[in-house]
Each structure stands twice: as C-alpha cells, then as structure tokens.
C-alpha cells in the first residue's frame, strides 16, 4: 500500500496531476470536430429540404387555408410575403454563418495590420476585399477610421474599406440573389467594389490629409491580447452561429418590414407605373434616385425588397441599384458620425465622389441592361 501511494506521489510530482483515465486532447478534440461536421451537415439537408417545400406552402396558405383568390391584390400579396420572407431569413441565416467563420479570421487589429504600409493601389484593392468580409457599421465608423489612422493606413485606403464594408456585405448579397438571381448579385458586388476602390483612389490622390481633426493624430489604440490565429475550429463555428444571433437577429424585423412594403407594391401597384419616374428612358431618374436615397434611414435587409417590388413595376434596373447604394453606402447616420473625425470639406468630397461613382454606375446599368 505505501509502494503504491510513493509510485503515486512519484508520477504526480512528475506530470504535476493526478492519476486518472489516459485523455487524449488530439483525439477528443478530432472527434467533437467530426460531430460538428456532421450536424452542420445535417442542419445543410434539413435546410434544403425546408427550401424546396416554402413556395407550395405559401400558395397553400393562401389560396387553399386562407381561401383568398388568385387574381386579387390581397392574395396576391400575402403569397409574395409568405414565400419571400421565410425564404430570405433561411438564405441569410446560412449565408451570414459562412461569412461569419471567415471573419473569424479578420479581427479589427489583423485588418490594419494587413493594410498598414501596403502601396496606394494594392491597398486599395485589398481594403476592398477585406471590407466585403470584416463586420461595420455606421456605430463602428469612427473607431475603425481613428485605428486605420494611427496604423498608418493611407486616406484613400482608409475610405476605400468604409465604402465597400456596408455596401458590399452579406445581407445585400443574400437578399440579391434570393430575389434577382446569382448575375445582378455578382455585379453588384463587382460594381460596389469598383466604386469603392475607385473613391478611395480618387481621394487618396487629392491629399485632403489636411481635413482630418487634429486629435485623431495623437490617439494611441492599444492591440488586443486575442489574437484570430489561435481560434479553433470549434471557435471558428461558435463565431459563425454568434453572426447568426448577431445580425440575423438584428435585421430580420427590417427584412419583414421591407418585405411587407414590397408585398403590398406587388400586389396594389398597377404595372408599369414605376417607369413614368424610374425607367430608362427618364434621364433625371438616376440622380434623384441618389438624393432621394442619402438621407434615407435603412439598410440591406430593409431596402433590397423594396427594389424589387419597384423593379416589378416598371423601375428600371440601373435606377433602383443606384438608389439602394444610396441608401446603403451613403447613409446619413454615417455622414454624421464621420463628422466627427472629419471636417466639413473632406467629407463633402467624400459624399460627392461615391455619389458620382452611383450616379454613373446608375446610367451604365440602365444602358447595358
């Protein structure tokens, strides 16, 4: 008995633990990631299958449960929200979860440093790339703006990467392919990406260094101790269904709202009204798309909808893209918020170049389309 509690005593001055059943991290470790694997697996089937079966649930809903008739205006928009809302949250949901473990990858102080002393036209066309996929908002403008600054990411760097991350996010890329298809989804992401880039180009160039507030300058951000390279896979998932609490969450009361909007333009607005003021053929259609859209208070999940109901209508494609990167990219929230870190000057310039950028991009649609 006394051999045995020295080999003990032995074996736990040597491993610093206690005698127990042999673990091995590795192998637990491959295991819980395996079991993830397959319920992610698992939820991508049942998620298909939910898919598939919403637009002969809506109709039934509607037409067959709720007795509405086929032709009328009510039924007729009760079955566009019974099937586009569902359909949207699901897409969303899988989408933002994606994305979501490819932030994992992109902490605020890692993007910095990826864009700090990187040459004028290669950091713009990185800073775009990484705005698609690094989280924003109009409440982070400020933050992020001073930390590109104290790292010295160039100006134009700076706002090429506060342009592309709210215009070009998930939620906008989810709700235009789910209503538009897969073709207005990549171009619009090709198109937002080439303002963005374009802007910061043309702003960098101006050297307008000089309408940045002074105190911005003297701010030191300390690193953060966390740094993305050490999260696990397990980790990686977590943060991906944390982004779908986060932004699912938060915008699908803006998805309903917009797609009750669109719902009731689908099914009371007579056809082709919109081309009268939103065609191709109107030429001040465009640029007031734009003034109409900046002062507007919305974002992805509740303007996309929108668009598309408009589209239904008779609203020409360039017009109603121009107006949702409007309302998208140049928010007056954001406006606001930037103002202060940025004088009056710098940020006219600023509004005024993407705004063009919209403008043109607007009229080319309209022309090509």
């Not at 736990?12 to 819980?32: L, W």
């Not at 395996?34 to 089937?45: D, N, Q, S, Y």
């Not at 798309?289 to 509740?302: D, E, F, H, K, T």
Request: glycine content about 10%.
């Amino acid at each position: 008995m006394r051999g045995l509690i020295v080999a003990m005593k032995i074996n736990e001055n040597a491993c610093q633990c206690t005698p127990s059943i042999p673990v091995h991290p590795e192998k637990e470790t491959g295991k819980r990631r395996w079991k993830l694997i397959l319920l992610l697996t698992a939820g991508l089937a049942v998620g298909t299958l939910l898919y598939c079966w919403i637009e002969p649930v809506a109709n039934f809903l509607t037409f067959s449960l709720f007795q509405l008739p086929v032709n009328s205006h009510l039924g007729s928009s009760v079955a566009f929200f019974l099937y586009e809302a569902p359909k949207v949250i699901l897409l969303l949901a899988v989408i933002v979860f994606g994305v979501g473990i490819i932030r994992s990858f992109f902490t605020p102080e890692r993007t910095r440093r990826m864009l700090s002393g990187k040459r004028e036209y290669a950091g713009n066309v990185m800073a775009g790339g990484l705005g698609i996929v690094t989280p924003f908002c109009s409440c982070s403008a400020v933050p992020l703006f001073i930390g590109f600054v104290e790292t010295g990411v160039p100006l134009g760097v700076t706002f090429t990467f506060l342009i592309a991350s709210p215009m070009i996010n998930e939620v906008a890329v989810v709700l235009l392919f789910s209503m538009f298809g897969w073709k207005i989804a990549v171009l619009y992401m090709i198109t937002g990406l080439f303002i963005a880039i374009t802007a910061g180009w043309v702003i960098g160039r101006l050297n307008l260094e000089r309408f940045i507030e002074s105190w911005v300058f003297d701010i030191k951000i300390p690193e953060s101790p966390v740094s993305g390279d050490r999260i696990t896979f397990e980790n990686r998932i977590q943060y991906g269904l944390n982004a779908v609490r986060d932004i699912v969450g938060r915008v699908w009361p803006y998805v309903l709202a917009g797609i009750a909007v669109g719902a009731a333009i689908h099914g009371y607005v007579p056809e082709g009204l919109m081309a009268s003021f939103m065609g191709k053929d109107v030429w001040w259609a465009v640029p007031s798309a734009v003034l109409l859209g900046v002062p507007m208070y919305s974002n992805a999940a509740g303007i996309i909808p929108i668009v598309q109901a408009l589209m239904e209508k008779g609203a020409a494609l360039g017009t109603s893209l121009a107006f949702m990167m409007a309302v998208i990219g140049l928010s007056l929230p954001e406006i606001i918020i930037l103002r202060k870190v940025l004088k009056w000057q710098l940020i006219g310039i600023f509004a005024g170049v993407v705004a063009l950028g919209i403008v043109i991009t607007g009229y080319l649609f309209n022309a090509v389309l």
